[in-house]
Nanobody, 120 residues
Framework: QVHLVESGGGLVQAGDSLRLSCVVS?????VGWFRQGPGKEREFVAG????????FYADSVKGRFTISRDTAEAPVFLQMDTLVPEDTAIYSC????????????????WGQGIQVTVSS
């Protein structure tokens, strides 16, 4: 069984930074971050392969967010800079054997999610 646990969320002001962490138990998986804002559908944010290569980003966060992991067993980090109120959402990490991109249906395991709130 694979478990994912997110941490690092909170309340910040516009322009601030936050770093989210996702700890994945079990075998090495590709990992993606998703978010769901108030009244919105869940959307892809960023993903990275099991070996920590080929980071992939949604256009809305490109240049502001950075996803990283050192090894297949290491936590996956999402560094979020220059946050804006539109980034307010519940952020979840998910694990997949097949993708690290936006195909939500290909992710097998999901974390509980963590709240990120950006005030203006």
């Amino acid at each position: 069984q694979v478990h994912l646990v997110e941490s690092g969320g909170g309340l910040v002001q516009a322009g601030d930074s936050l770093r989210l962490s996702c700890v994945v138990s079990g075998r090495a998986y590709h990992v993606g971050w998703f978010r769901q804002g108030p009244g919105k559908e869940r959307e892809f944010v960023a993903g990275i392969t099991s070996t920590g290569s080929q980071p992939f980003y949604a256009d809305s966060v490109k240049g502001r967010f950075t996803i990283s992991r050192d090894t297949a067993e290491a936590p996956v980090f999402l560094q979020m800079d220059t946050l804006v109120p539109e980034d307010t959402a519940i952020y979840s990490c998910a694990a997949s054997r097949m993708t690290w991109k936006s195909q939500r249906q290909l992710y097998d395991y999901w974390g509980q999610g963590i709240q990120v709130t950006v005030s203006s």
